[in-house]
């Protein structure tokens, strides 16, 4: 299991961590436990100048959404670019799959870009102080188990590729055990909110996931970079209005 946690941070983050892992089927099938504390670790770091920077909510905002980008290293971003530029191409599954893959960034790639990272710092700067590490860790925790949804209970799209590495495992108790210890910690730190949060990051998913079948008959690397990104949107958006509307 400690062979799965540290590749999961290499997987995750560009943590420096300089342990050598390799891709094991069984180190690769643990990784999924181990999603949502991942998401937990990043949420305690980027929160840092939300602690140190008291007086600007726009620079503690800016600078959290720069730690975030520099910590992932903006691996589901791009994800979001490649999905963005091929579900929006108008062309068949094959060409699709085809501009998914090519390194080159399309209109819609930059257009989607461009909207994540201002929709995260006009949220980040919404956020209440008192609460902004609990929805941080809620908010990446449940975007990358959503991830892990995804490719334990969803098919891939291609035989190769980063993908097909997860998609289709055999992860369900290992996901199982992830969503039940961490959907216990997440309903201690937020209430009912967190079941609020987790019924539209879950419907929010399963479009996602049926859009995917539909465009290129599964799922890719891609798609699930995109889940991620699209998901602490939704969630940190939700928690936005639930702050709005005092729940």
Not at 72 to 84: E, K, Y
Request: aromatic share 16%; charged share 20%; glycine share 8%.
């Amino acid at each position: 299991m400690i062979k799965a946690f540290i590749l999961s941070l290499q997987f995750l983050t560009r943590l420096p961590l300089n342990f050598k892992v390799d891709f094991e089927e069984s180190t690769i099938r643990k990784m999924t436990f181990f999603f949502p504390i991942v998401g937990l670790i990043i949420a305690i770091i980027i929160n840092i100048p939300f602690m140190i920077i008291k007086f600007n909510n726009d620079l503690a905002a800016l600078l959290t959404l720069i730690l975030w980008v520099f910590v992932t290293g903006g691996l589901h971003i791009d994800g979001l670019s490649d999905t963005c530029d091929g579900f929006f191409s108008g062309r068949d599954r094959e060409r699709i799959l085809e501009i998914m893959k090519d390194s080159r960034v399309g209109t819609f790639g930059v257009i989607a870009v461009v909207l994540d990272i201002l929709t995260k710092f006009i949220l980040l700067k919404n956020l209440s102080r008192e609460n902004t590490l609990i929805c941080l860790i809620l908010v990446l925790g449940w975007a990358r188990l959503f991830a892990a949804f995804l490719f334990t209970y969803g098919k891939s799209a291609r035989r190769d590729g980063l993908g097909s590495l997860f998609t289709g495992k055999d992860r369900k108790g290992y996901f199982i055990l992830s969503l039940i210890l961490f959907g216990v910690l997440s309903a201690f730190l937020a209430g009912f909110r967190f079941f609020i949060l987790f019924s539209v990051g879950f419907l929010n998913t399963f479009f996602l996931m049926k859009y995917s079948y539909k465009k290129i008959d599964g799922l890719t690397g891609d798609v699930y970079g995109a889940s991620i990104e699209l998901n602490e949107i939704i969630l940190l958006l939700s928690w936005v209005v639930l702050d709005w509307i005092y729940i």
